[in-house]
């Protein structure tokens, strides 16, 4: 089993009572990720990122945010 250092970074809850959580995960070899965990009730679904697909989907995310006008809950 490969040693992962995990950080906690951020944690926020989302519409129809989801929570995201976003973790830092350093392995042994050097490798970092962004960990995306997301509950929904009993179940979760997790994305380890690299950081070009984080940065990727980040930057589409705020595009969409502004385009829509959002300006949160």
């Known amino acids: 089993m490969t040693d992962e250092t995990v ?14 959580e976003l973790l830092e995960v350093r392995y042994e070899s050097g490798m970092c990720l962004l960990r995306v965990r997301i509950r929904e009730g009993s179940r979760f679904t997790i994305l380890d990122l690299d950081p070009s697909t984080a940065a990727h ?9 502004e385009r829509t006008g959002s300006e949160g809950p």
């Open 7 to 20: 950080m906690p970074l951020e944690r926020f809850q989302a519409p129809y009572g989801r929570a995201v």
């Open 57 to 65: 989907w980040g930057g589409a995310m705020s595009a969409w945010a």
